[in-house]
């Protein structure tokens, strides 16, 4: 994570509340909970900021409170591909991977919604994955289930016809109105809005979705989970 405005330290509230999300810090040693609690510092991040970016060095391990942190990959052409989302309970492994190698980060970081998150300082996060090996267990684990994400990436990325993943994207939420713009649409797949422009419309044409402006309300969700599953 790069430098930011700062204001902590965490009200009891933001305690209870990092620790209901990340449970694996409740087995800290009393003492060493406490400093850890003392020396973070909680952030409040707008929508649209951009937390890191590539070769840039990480300044520490995010914990997401609440919000969404989408990490993308910028191509020459300046498109983007979107390698995966940071919820709140879980983290970044391009953050923790940066921390472990000693590297800059090789990708970008952008606040989708406001965010409130805790960063754990360097010396803190190195000494808990010497110390403490349930919270070694807890970053690996996060690499394993990452590394899964981003193999299935792949796969979609070079074997699945875009139609097919622009289905599964709109699948997404069980919410039946999207509130997305086209180009967002083609940002997390990787593609170019025109594309995406054109195979809504196809979409909208067969009855699966209607389309406004910045919004997509799914009108046959069986149909494009049929399509999602081809």
Known sequence: MTDNTTQPPLSPVQCKQLLDLYPVLASLAEKDLETLLQSAAIMNVPAGVQLFGEHQPCMGFPLLLEGSIKVVKLSNSGRELMLYRVTPGSSCIISSSCLL??????????????LVLIVLLVPDFSRLLLEYP???????????????????LVDEVAFARLDQRL??????SDEAVLHITHQQLADDLGSVREIVSRLLKGFAAQGLVSLAREQVRITDRAGLQSLAAM
């Open 101 to 114: 190698g000693k590297s800059d980060y090789n990708a970008r970081g952008i606040a989708e919604t406001p």
């Open 134 to 152: 349930a919270f070694r267990d807890f970053v690996f684990h996060l690499f394993a289930e990452r590394i899964g994400d981003l193999m299935q």
């Open 167 to 172: 289905a599964k994207r709109l699948l997404v």
